[in-house]
């Protein structure tokens, strides 16, 4: 079956720049879109990307998506860093071969 | 303005069924190429998909829950309705509904509502 695979954590100060991957088991990660969701202590999911790099609007232009066909992998990038971004991020995309839609593991991020 | 809102039990006995009920406002449930998924999360854990079902009424299931899902939506009352038989403790999680735009992801979130299984 297909997987996404994250990293379990990342933290990084205020003001920096974080990057958290997202690496598809197998396929193409070009072969769907991959979204990424915001979820803060507490709180339902929210949508930051989706369409690989689309921005919902109310989402602040420093978060950007991106696609890297070589490594299969998708990444959420975060500029500017402030506390309110600390968060759990969440990659999904969809299988193919099986009509499921993934979701990766989850990213813990500390700004500290 | 697009809300969903999960209503159901928040205490399940094991081997009952659980019904949740997904009602959305702000889009009708017939709108081309958007549906409503079910997706949940165990308390600490990540998040699980578990069924969507379109307009055109096409549904699709997790593979590794196939056999004790039915989704199923009726247009009238902007409702959608996910049950699940069997239920184990294991199956304790905060449970979402989430609308879902053709192959680009879910764009609105419910609340979501915690089951609890035990006995």
């Known amino acids: 079956n297909f997987m996404l695979t994250q990293p379990h954590s990342v933290s990084e100060s205020p003001g920096k720049t974080v990057t958290i991957s997202c690496t598809g088991s197998?396929?193409?990660?070009?072969?769907?879109?991959v979204q990424w969701y915001q979820q803060r202590p507490g709180s339902a999911p929210t949508t930051v990307i989706y369409?690989?790099?689309?921005?919902p609007s109310g989402v602040p232009d420093r978060f950007s998506g991106s696609i890297d066909s070589p490594s299969n992998s998708a990444s959420l990038t975060i500029s500017g860093l402030k506390t309110e971004d600390e968060a759990d991020y969440y990659c999904?995309?969809?299988?193919?071969?099986?009509?499921?839609?993934?979701f990766g593991g989850g990213t813990k991020l500390t700004v500290l | 303005q697009v809300t969903l809102k999960e209503s159901g039990p928040v205490l399940v006995k094991p081997t009952e069924t659980l019904t949740l009920t997904c009602t959305v406002s702000g889009f009708s449930l017939s709108n081309a190429r958007v549906g409503v998924s079910w997706i949940r999360q165990p308390p600490g854990k990540a998040l699980e998909w578990l069924a969507h079902?379109?307009?055109?009424?096409?549904?699709s299931y997790s593979t590794s829950l196939k056999s004790r899902l039915t989704i199923s939506k009726d247009t009238s009352k902007s409702q959608v309705v996910l049950t699940m038989t069997n239920m184990d403790p294991v199956d304790t999680a905060t449970y979402y509904c989430?609308?879902?735009?053709?192959?680009?992801?879910?764009?609105?979130w419910g609340q979501g509502t915690l089951v609890t299984v035990s006995s």
């Open positions: 079902i379109f307009s055109n009424d096409e549904e």
């Open positions: 999904q995309s969809y299988d193919s071969s099986n009509g499921n839609w993934v």
């Open positions: 989430a609308r879902i735009k053709a192959l680009a992801g879910n764009d609105y």
């Open positions: 197998s396929g193409s990660i070009v072969n769907n879109y």
């Open positions: 369409e690989d790099k689309q921005r």
